[in-house]
């Protein structure tokens, strides 16, 4: 049995809807079934997610503060006045802030920019800058993807009489900063129809305002970039934003984003992936490591040259960003293996002089793979203080986790899923074990195991190009928009194998009526040697098209699998069998040998249990080393393994009995016709001459003799065989030296050199048996 990693979870459909959403529209069901398993039943609102080229841009001017805005912006540009943007060093942040420079420069007015370093500013806008933008004879602060907290930089601007525009898109405080204008979907009285905007989105909306129709359609490309960057939910408006901006990438659009897909390997059409695993990472490595300057300078410059170098620079920083957060992951696994070992819930993990700029991306990698809240703090003994980033999971909200644990924090702040906070080196422990109580008031055993929302089930023969080129309508996907999640449920296997470099890739084929369909599963080659090719598998994934030299064909990219019921593996010809043994966990599994000497034929280093008596086998895995003497004596282990569900076939056996000729009742009748015929002979000469003229092994010929010997058809004396005239008719069956060649032959037959799915087949009858044996009297199966 091979368990999945994830809780599978299988939504239900309102079947009706379906049915009236695919006639309606003229789709497929599953298509259909999707759409409403999104909540979009309406065939009006399906018919646009469909076609977000139908959408249309929510009027800016509903979002509060706009009208003040615009007024103020277009009052500074009018009089040729200084503009800075603020901006913050993400993706979403640096996208929003060359976004507003270039627009707001369109004005006429000078406008300038500045992003925060994470490490010498921290987070936001602050005093220290404002006063700086006053001494370059600043004008008009605006601020993106950032400010709706920032108190103190909002007073300072009203203090040496700047304006002071905030645009931003996070939860608002119960108390607003005082700033001249907030352009903010979320804050209080905003009756704007979309909440959901990121900072680029905000930033859009405002340059929407400023220049109507004549706003530039490249500006969309830079939203865009922010929007699916950001992990904003990929609905309404948003959805129209990300797919217009795509749009205008795949065109072709600034020089800078231009050579970023290009120096990301992005070949063909960009799509929500592109930019969250290739250009997004890309942006945010410099804000990351050092400062987020070339990421900005990169999406506003105009030159190729420049725009090649510094995506170039960028590509650099994001393998130095991956180097080290890997290099804080894995210290960081360490630590999470002895917490985990003693039980805890959720993990704080602290390291002296990690970077804290990376230290989210490490925080994310270790709930991916032990899934429990985790903060990663990266301290610096020097100054005796920590700072964190954490990341939780469904279910568990980690900025109430803090506030309850909050008594040891110097700060903190963020939501539901992520937070930043700081804290002295020497509570950090008191910490922990007041961060642990308040997850475990939010947490139940069920929520340690990451779901996995499957949206339909289906066969291999039903997944065409076709389909899935259908199912591409549902893009742009990402948050609240994710790719379908499809199961197929007890498959059988044609070919199965570990791929890539250094095999850490599952490739598979499974079996439909009337099709074959590939599956790959990247990062899931160890799989490999928990999977029988006579396994029928479980699999939920994502459906693809593979088109090689202009050939498409369908094939499924695998998310998770799972084998139910009993499992084989033919270890009978395995070579390395030390090796994977070694792998096995003894533990989980009962070594048996039937033989006295098979460990020592098998040089085996692990411990080997002799098959004898009644004694149960109370381990899941179960490795049987040789066969027995008697079919009974498997039968009967087979009976005694109540937890096995997964077994190892080795069988070896000394002597090959399969292979030799075994007398039939014709060979029986011709010898013994000799030896009434002859009465008395040698033996040994005479089985030389009848194994010659014969053409059969002297082998068969002794054991023929023996089994007559043994039915009392034969005296045998110095040598000499003689016939006994008094013997009367016996079976051959009456032998046991017969009975047991016999059977011998026939299990090397069943358990050595028989397919893998026929020893499967005779493992499960007996264990059906079993089960049915087990049963009290008077079970009726069927009801």
Same mark, same amino acid.
């Given at each position: 049995?091979?368990?999945?990693?994830?809780?599978?979870?299988?939504?239900?459909?309102?079947? $009706?809807?379906?049915?009236?959403?695919?006639?309606?529209?003229?789709?497929?069901?599953?298509?259909?079934?999707?759409?409403?398993?999104?909540? =979009?039943?309406?065939?009006? *609102?399906?018919?646009?997610?469909? @076609?977000?080229?139908?959408?249309?841009?929510?009027?800016?001017?509903?979002?509060?503060?706009?009208?003040?805005?615009?007024?103020?912006?277009?009052?500074?540009?009018?009089?040729?006045? #200084?503009?800075?943007?603020?901006?913050?060093?993400?993706?979403?942040?640096?996208?929003? %802030?060359?976004?507003?420079?270039?627009?707001?420069?369109?004005?006429?007015?000078?406008?300038?920019? @500045?992003?925060?370093?994470?490490? !010498?500013?921290?987070?936001?806008?602050?005093?220290?800058?404002?006063?700086?933008?006053? $001494?370059?004879?600043?004008?008009?602060?605006?601020?993106?993807?950032?400010?709706?907290?920032?108190?103190?930089?909002?007073?300072?601007?009203?203090?040496?009489?700047?304006?002071?525009? =905030?645009?931003?898109?996070?939860?608002?405080?119960?108390?607003?900063?005082?700033?001249? %204008?907030?352009?903010?979907?979320?804050?209080?009285?905003?009756?704007?129809?979309?909440?959901?905007?990121?900072?680029?989105?905000?930033?859009?909306?405002?340059?929407?305002?400023?220049?109507?129709?004549?706003?530039?359609?490249?500006?969309?490309?830079?939203?865009?970039?922010?929007?699916?960057?950001?992990?904003?939910?990929?609905?309404?408006?948003?959805?129209?934003?990300?797919?217009?901006?795509? #749009?205008?990438?795949?065109?072709?659009?600034?020089?800078?984003?231009?050579?970023?897909?290009?120096?990301?390997?992005?070949?063909?059409?960009?799509?929500?992936?592109?930019?969250?695993?290739?250009?997004?990472?890309?942006?945010?490595?410099?804000?990351?490591?050092?400062?987020?300057?070339?990421?900005?300078?990169?999406?506003?410059?105009?030159?190729?040259?420049?725009?090649?170098?510094?995506?170039?620079?960028?590509? #650099?920083?994001?393998?130095?960003?991956?180097?080290?957060?890997?290099?804080?992951?894995?210290?960081?696994?360490?630590?999470?293996?002895?917490?985990?070992?003693?039980?805890?819930?959720?993990?704080?993990?602290?390291?002296?002089?990690?970077?804290?700029?990376?230290? &989210?991306?490490?925080?994310?990698? =270790?709930?991916?793979?032990?899934?429990?809240?985790?903060?990663?703090?990266?301290?610096?003994?020097? $100054? &005796?203080?920590?700072?964190?980033?954490?990341?939780?999971?469904?279910?568990?909200?980690?900025?109430?986790?803090?506030?309850?644990?909050?008594? @040891?924090?110097?700060?903190?702040?963020?939501?539901?899923?992520?937070?930043?906070?700081?804290?002295?080196?020497?509570?950090?422990?008191?910490?922990?074990?007041?961060?642990?109580?308040?997850?475990? *008031?939010?947490?139940?055993?069920?929520?340690?195991?990451?779901?996995?929302?499957?949206?339909?089930?289906?066969?291999?023969?039903? =997944?065409?190009?076709?389909?899935?080129?259908?199912?591409?309508?549902?893009?742009?996907?990402?948050?609240?928009?994710?790719?379908?999640?499809?199961?197929?449920?007890?498959?059988?296997?044609?070919?199965?194998?570990?791929?890539?470099?250094?095999?850490?890739?599952?490739?598979?084929?499974?079996?439909?009526?009337?099709? /074959?369909?590939?599956?790959?599963?990247?990062?899931?080659?160890? #799989?490999?040697?928990?999977?029988?090719?006579?396994?029928?598998?479980?699999?939920?994934?994502?459906?693809?098209?593979?088109?090689?030299?202009?050939?498409?064909?369908?094939?499924?990219?695998?998310?998770?699998?799972?084998?139910?019921?009993?499992?084989?593996?033919?270890?009978?010809?395995?070579?390395?069998?030390?090796?994977?043994?070694?792998?096995?966990?003894?533990?989980?599994?009962?070594?048996?040998?039937?033989?006295?000497?098979?460990?020592?034929?098998?040089?085996?280093?692990?411990?080997?249990?002799?098959?004898?008596?009644?004694?149960?086998?109370?381990?899941?895995?179960?490795?049987?080393?040789?066969?027995?003497?008697?079919?009974?004596?498997?039968?009967?282990?087979?009976?005694?393994?109540?937890?096995?569900?997964?077994?190892?076939?080795?069988? *070896? @056996?000394?002597?090959?009995?399969?292979?030799?000729?075994?007398?039939?009742?014709?060979?029986?009748?011709?010898?013994?016709?000799?030896?009434?015929?002859?009465?008395?002979?040698?033996?040994?000469?005479?089985?030389?001459?009848?194994?010659?003229?014969?053409?059969?092994?002297?082998?068969?010929?002794?054991?023929?003799?023996?089994?007559?010997?043994?039915?009392?058809?034969?005296?045998?004396?110095?040598?000499?065989?003689?016939?006994?005239?008094?013997?009367?008719? %016996?079976?051959?069956?009456?032998?046991? !030296?017969?009975?047991? /060649?016999?059977?011998?032959?026939?299990?090397?037959?069943?358990?050595?050199?028989?397919?893998?799915?026929?020893?499967?087949?005779?493992?499960?009858?007996?264990?059906?048996?079993?089960?049915?044996?087990?049963?009290?009297?008077?079970?009726?199966?069927?009801?």
């Amino acid at each position: 049995m091979l368990q999945p990693e994830n809780r599978w979870i299988t939504e239900q459909a309102d079947t $009706k809807k379906v049915r009236e959403l695919a006639e309606d529209l003229h789709i497929s069901s599953l298509t259909a079934r999707l759409l409403v398993l999104r909540g =979009i039943d309406n065939p009006e *609102h399906a018919e646009l997610f469909l @076609h977000p080229e139908k959408m249309t841009f929510h009027d800016p001017m509903r979002m509060l503060g706009m009208r003040e805005a615009v007024d103020r912006i277009s009052r500074s540009a009018a009089r040729r006045r #200084k503009i800075r943007i603020f901006g913050d060093y993400d993706a979403d942040g640096v996208t929003s %802030t060359a976004l507003l420079v270039r627009a707001l420069s369109m004005t006429g007015a000078e406008v300038s920019w @500045h992003v925060p370093n994470r490490f !010498t500013e921290g987070y936001g806008p602050h005093a220290a800058a404002v006063e700086q933008a006053k $001494k370059d004879g600043i004008d008009l602060i605006v601020t993106v993807d950032s400010g709706i907290a920032a108190y103190e930089a909002a007073d300072r601007a009203r203090q040496l009489g700047i304006d002071y525009v =905030i645009t931003d898109h996070h939860e608002p405080p119960a108390v607003l900063p005082d700033a001249s %204008t907030i352009l903010n979907p979320k804050q209080p009285g905003c009756d704007y129809p979309f909440k959901g905007l990121s900072g680029a989105g905000v930033a859009l909306k405002l340059t929407q305002a400023l220049f109507g129709k004549k706003a530039d359609p490249q500006w969309l490309a830079l939203a865009a970039i922010g929007t699916i960057a950001d992990l904003v939910p990929l609905r309404d408006e948003n959805r129209l934003i990300a797919y217009q901006g795509l #749009k205008r990438i795949n065109e072709g659009t600034y020089p800078g984003i231009n050579a970023l897909k290009f120096k990301s390997g992005g070949k063909g059409d960009a799509d929500s992936d592109t930019i969250g695993f290739q250009l997004g990472p890309r942006l945010n490595a410099a804000g990351r490591l050092e400062d987020a300057e070339p990421a900005v300078r990169l999406l506003l410059t105009g030159d190729e040259t420049e725009a090649s170098a510094l995506a170039d620079r960028l590509d #650099k920083l994001n393998q130095e960003r991956k180097a080290l957060a890997d290099r804080i992951f894995r210290e960081a696994d360490q630590m999470a293996a002895s917490f985990i070992q003693r039980g805890d819930q959720a993990l704080v993990l602290p390291g002296v002089n990690w970077n804290q700029g990376v230290i &989210g991306l490490a925080a994310s990698k =270790i709930v991916e793979k032990y899934y429990r809240p985790t903060i990663i703090l990266a301290v610096n003994e020097e $100054k &005796g203080v920590a700072k964190g980033s954490g990341r939780s999971i469904d279910g568990v909200n980690l900025y109430k986790a803090l506030t309850d644990s909050s008594d @040891h924090l110097a700060q903190f702040g963020g939501h539901q899923m992520a937070a930043g906070l700081s804290l002295p080196t020497t509570d950090i422990d008191d910490f922990r074990s007041d961060f642990l109580k308040a997850v475990r *008031h939010q947490i139940t055993p069920d929520m340690l195991i990451k779901k996995a929302i499957i949206e339909d089930t289906c066969q291999p023969d039903q =997944i065409t190009v076709e389909l899935i080129e259908q199912l591409g309508q549902l893009a742009p996907f990402g948050t609240d928009n994710a790719k379908p999640l499809c199961l197929m449920d007890h498959i059988p296997l044609t070919k199965i194998s570990a791929v890539g470099r250094d095999a850490s890739h599952l490739k598979l084929t499974v079996k439909g009526d009337s099709a /074959e369909l590939d599956g790959i599963g990247f990062g899931m080659g160890h #799989k490999r040697a928990e999977i029988s090719p006579a396994d029928r598998i479980s699999m939920i994934g994502e459906w693809q098209i593979n088109e090689w030299n202009g050939f498409k064909k369908p094939q499924m990219l695998i998310r998770d699998i799972k084998v139910d019921g009993l499992q084989v593996f033919d270890w009978r010809d395995e070579r390395r069998l030390n090796e994977k043994l070694e792998k096995i966990s003894p533990d989980e599994a009962e070594m048996i040998a039937f033989q006295e000497h098979t460990a020592e034929r098998l040089q085996l280093s692990r411990a080997v249990k002799r098959c004898s008596g009644e004694q149960p086998v109370r381990k899941p895995v179960l490795v049987l080393l040789d066969l027995p003497d008697e079919l009974e004596q498997l039968t009967g282990l087979i009976d005694r393994c109540t937890e096995v569900n997964r077994i190892y076939t080795v069988f *070896h @056996h000394a002597h090959d009995h399969y292979f030799s000729t075994f007398p039939t009742r014709n060979h029986f009748v011709w010898y013994y016709a000799l030896i009434r015929q002859e009465h008395s002979f040698k033996l040994d000469e005479t089985a030389k001459q009848i194994a010659r003229f014969k053409g059969w092994p002297e082998r068969m010929v002794y054991f023929m003799t023996k089994v007559f010997f043994e039915l009392d058809f034969v005296t045998i004396d110095n040598g000499v065989l003689t016939v006994n005239p008094a013997s009367g008719k %016996t079976p051959l069956s009456d032998s046991v !030296t017969y009975r047991r /060649e016999k059977n011998q032959l026939e299990m090397e037959d069943l358990f050595c050199y028989s397919p893998i799915s026929r020893l499967k087949s005779w493992f499960e009858e007996r264990m059906k048996h079993r089960k049915q044996a087990d049963e009290p009297e008077g079970t009726i199966h069927g009801l």
